[in-house]
């Protein structure tokens, strides 16, 4: 029925849907070995390994999304032979691809407009060079938010490059207590400043409105209708120190 209908209003489509697929890391020449082989240089990291989430997904079988170690770096046996050569062996550390095999619908965030360039590789952000693993340790840790490596502690992670945004404040946004995450969306959002929603729907998921009358929209007791058509909570004079003050319980500079 929908096709005829668009037939009729004489516009031409197609159902064909082209998917990308990201190849898992390989090594010309290279065979996979198995991570038995990458434990004995690297001891520490296989034993951390153990317990983390990335181990729990790896299962038995001699192929490329099974294999442990070899997943992200790619077949291991140049690297073996070679004693440990390092341009012989994938380093996800240094590209994001290796990471987006698996995670490929995060790949789609860093094409939105306002995103971490990660896709366009290691990224000079302040003095420092940043990827996945910058963010994300990948040997240890548990899962988090739908299965994403665990920040080992989110707030500090971002105030290392968001210096601005660390404090100590005197009246404290309350929400930084919960993590960054839940104002930005880290990896990349189609909203100015990597905002999870636009301008005030950021703030009203938590600081609830009230409707009292048509048109007329109270936050904490206070008619805001007329201040809304300023800009948003941050932008239109009002509360612009959006993560914390110095002087205003109101966040206010």
């Known amino acids: 029925v929908v096709a005829g209908f668009v037939a009729l209003a004489g516009i031409a489509c197609s159902t064909a849907i082209t998917r990308i697929l990201v190849a898992p890391p390989q090594i010309p020449g290279a065979e996979y070995v198995g991570s038995e082989a990458c434990a004995d240089c690297h001891e520490k990291l296989n034993h951390s390994f153990r317990y983390a989430t990335h181990a729990l997904l790896v299962a038995e079988g001699d192929n490329a999304k099974n294999v442990g170690c070899e ?8 690297h073996v032979e070679s004693g440990g050569e390092r341009r012989t062996i994938v380093n996800p550390s240094k590209t994001p691809e290796a990471c987006f095999t698996c995670h490929q619908n995060t790949r789609g965030d860093f094409a939105l407009p306002n995103a971490h360039p990660a896709t366009a590789g290691p990224l000079a952000l302040t003095s420092a060079k940043i990827t996945c693993n910058d963010c994300h340790e990948p040997h240890s840790g548990s ?20 210096v601005a945004q660390r404090g100590p404040w005197v009246f404290e946004h309350e929400a930084l207590r919960e993590g960054c995450t839940v104002c930005h969306s880290p990896h990349g959002s189609v ?14 998921k938590c600081h609830f409105q009230e409707q009292t009358a048509p048109g007329a929209i109270l936050f904490g007791g206070r008619d805001h209708t007329t201040l809304l058509g300023r800009g948003s909570c941050f932008s239109g004079g009002c509360h612009e120190a959006v993560h914390g003050s110095q002087v205003s319980s109101s966040l206010r500079f």
Do not use: F
């Open 143 to 162: 899962a988090q938010r739908g299965g994403g490596v665990q920040l080992a502690n989110e707030r500090e992670l971002c105030v290392s490059c968001h």
């Open 191 to 204: 909203n100015a400043a990597m905002l999870r929603e636009r301008d005030s729907s950021v703030c009203t």
């Open 71 to 78: 997943s992200c770096h790619g077949p291991a046996s140049v």
